[in-house]
């Protein structure tokens, strides 16, 4: 007996599901400048390596001898693939097929997808186009009753926070839980001006008297600079290498090491211009981004929020080949001080450390949380504390670099102090608990007060006391342990991951990851 009736209608079925929501929708999804979802999945994974999971699900048509007639594939298609030669889990959203809405999902495939990339340990890329997933009021009269709002996929994407790399891209206008889903990762890409996130769209939110267009709502113009996105690029194609980027800095779970490549030099090996890189006018700003450049792997430093927490600049790099979290001030933003966004960015990129086992490589130039009005109303110094314990609870190895202040209780998250770190102060550097200027008239009013030359008095007490602030005199005492010419920051670097490497050891962690 042979099965060729069979095995033709699954062809059938399957050449079905490719037309997505028919060739009319497509066509239309593609005049928004937006790929349809196997055209991403192609773009994104290596050639051929998508074997798709539940590719018959969807809503299918029979005629009266129940024969199939039509088939409408669900909207949500997963599966593993392979980026890199490695193997990750995918979930994609297919907008064609009713937006996106759990109306046109059939069954758990969007908990599936988060089961498979948990229990197998693989990494999980989210493809969210739409309401990924969510409500639409339709389900009312589709059901005939209402439902009650249940999170059954929570459990394991808090899970997966603490187990594989999560990736997410917002590629459309994402809503409701689509968002969450995104916001929900270690890393999250958005596309400007083709794709936005809202807690709700712009037609609900008019119903609170607010007629917004798309992007004045939820643009990647206002999420790249909240932090509730990491990234914003210009096309889908970019935002797939940034993707593919991101995950070759981490393992494929918490259970494994995250992947040395070749080791390359640095992209120059004249490092004496960094000895003149600090002003010696302490109100001068100077570049930090050229140094952290200039001091890792050649072309291996990945930025990640950098349109928000300006005053940090933080990432993803490699020494010798081995993935680093870098962290450093921006000088150009409030002086490198902190306000709650710095703090937040701080703990995330900690947190990504601590989870997925990376060394923690930080240039210091803090002269404290920020102050003023602005700062007390925004909580700068809950937000400050948390990020002190988040450094406080790193188990990894950290190498700081005091390139110039370091100031305040915000200083001292530079590192950890109750455990050894590899620390080093530039010949710029300069710490306290607050900075010269900023304390003097407090700390010497009556004697400021008494003279007759007020402004001669205090500038006199600032010499005096700023000759004893240099990083030799603290070096004399050990508070400082090195200060080094600041030419040989990758020597030190290299020596720094040639020991602490081997320190690194596979498994999960006591915490969870704070998204």
């Not at 202040?405 to 102090?417: I, T």
């Amino acid at each position: 007996m042979s099965w060729s009736k069979e095995l033709e209608e699954l062809a059938l079925r399957r050449d079905l599901a490719q037309r997505m929501g028919g060739e009319e929708k497509v066509a239309r999804h593609r005049s928004k400048g937006r790929l349809p979802v196997r055209e991403r999945i192609e773009k994104l994974v290596d050639p051929g390596s998508f074997h798709e999971i539940g590719d018959l699900a969807g809503s299918a048509q029979y005629d009266a001898n129940g024969r199939l007639v039509d088939f409408t594939p669900s909207n949500f298609l997963t599966g593993r693939a392979r980026i890199d030669a490695r193997p990750v889990v995918l979930a994609a959203d297919d907008f064609t097929v009713r937006g996106g809405a759990n109306d046109g999902a059939v069954g758990d495939k969007l908990l599936a997808s988060e089961i498979m990339a948990r229990d197998l340990q693989l990494p999980l890329v989210r493809l969210v186009d739409g309401t990924g997933g969510g409500g639409s009021v339709k389900n009312i009269e589709l059901k005939g009753h209402t439902l009650l709002p249940k999170l059954r996929m929570w459990p394991a994407m808090t899970q997966n926070l603490a187990t594989v790399p999560v990736v997410s891209m917002a590629l459309g206008s994402v809503a409701g839980l689509g968002a969450a889903r995104v916001t929900t990762s270690h890393y999250s890409v958005m596309i400007k001006d083709t794709s936005q996130m809202f807690i709700a769209g712009p037609p609900v939110v008019a119903r609170i008297g607010q007629n917004l267009e798309k992007n004045e709502l939820g643009g990647s113009a206002i999420h790249t600079r909240n932090g509730v996105c990491d990234d914003e690029v210009a096309t889908e194609e970019e935002a797939f290498l940034r993707v593919r980027r991101f995950l070759s800095y981490l393992p494929r779970s918490v259970h494994e090491l995250p992947p040395r490549t070749e080791p390359l030099a640095p992209s120059t090996d004249d490092f004496s211009w960094l000895r003149d890189v600090v002003p010696k006018d302490n109100r001068s700003v100077y570049k930090m981004r050229p140094v952290v450049n200039a001091v890792v792997d050649a072309d291996s430093f990945m930025e990640i929020g950098a349109r928000w927490g300006r005053a940090l600049i933080t990432g993803l790099a490699r020494i010798q080949g081995h993935p680093v979290v870098l962290v450093a001030s921006d000088p150009y933003y409030y002086g490198g001080a902190w306000d709650k966004q710095a703090a937040e960015k701080f703990v995330r990129m900690l947190d990504l450390a601590e989870i997925f086992h990376l060394p923690v490589v930080n240039f210091v130039d803090v002269p404290g949380f920020q102050i003023g009005l602005a700062a007390e109303k925004e909580g700068a110094m809950r937000y400050g504390v948390r990020a002190l314990t988040a450094v406080a609870q790193s188990t990894v190895p950290w190498c700081s670099f005091i390139v110039r202040k370091a100031f305040g209780v915000a200083a001292g998250g530079h590192q950890s102090d109750g455990r050894y770190n590899f620390r080093y102060a530039w010949p710029s550097a300069q710490w306290g608990s607050l900075p010269v200027e900023g304390g003097l008239e407090v700390a010497y009013k009556s004697e400021i007060e008494s003279a007759e030359d007020r402004d001669a008095k205090l500038a006199e007490i600032e010499q005096r006391v700023r000759s004893l602030t240099s990083p030799y005199r603290s070096a004399e005492a050990f508070v400082i342990e090195n200060v080094i010419d600041p030419a040989h920051t990758r020597a030190l670097l290299e020596e720094f991951i040639s020991i602490s490497a081997p320190l690194l050891k596979p498994g999960p962690r006591a915490f969870g990851y704070r998204p």
